[in-house]
């Protein structure tokens, strides 16, 4: 199995971002299976002509999502499926704060329209 990602240079979306979306979506999916072993961040970066520092920042973004787990100097690997709405809620909510955060609107304005969308959802 080959782990097949595209960066856009040219796109509004921050080259970690890219590469953090289409390993969450290919963990998602099962095209990257549980217990996948990721690239090392130096190999990773080489091949995608980027810097280490931003496949670093993606992983890390990953790890915290739960779709990734560091298992020290074994590597990095696709986590275990077992909380997939969890995790895509966490990647949901982690774009949502990156999106508020670049358009530049303060903490408070995001939470009340978070707050707002989840009244709507919710029937309230």
Do not use: C, W
């Not at 920042?57 to 990953?62: E, G, S, T, V």
């Amino acid at each position: 199995m080959t782990l097949k990602i595209d960066i856009d240079p040219g796109s509004p979306v921050a080259p970690f971002e890219q590469l953090r979306a289409h390993i969450s979506e290919q963990a998602r999916t099962g095209a990257l299976p549980v217990g996948y072993r990721l690239p090392t961040v130096r190999g990773f970066a080489e091949d995608l002509g980027l810097a280490a520092n931003t496949v670093a920042k993606a992983y890390r973004a990953l790890e915290a999502d739960g779709v990734i787990e560091t298992r020290g100097r074994n590597g990095t690997f696709v986590a275990p499926a077992a909380d997939a709405a969890a995790r895509e809620l966490a990647a949901a909510a982690q774009a949502f704060a990156d999106r508020a955060h670049r358009l530049g609107l303060t903490r408070q304005v995001a939470q009340a329209a978070a707050q707002d969308a989840l009244r709507a959802a919710y029937g309230e």
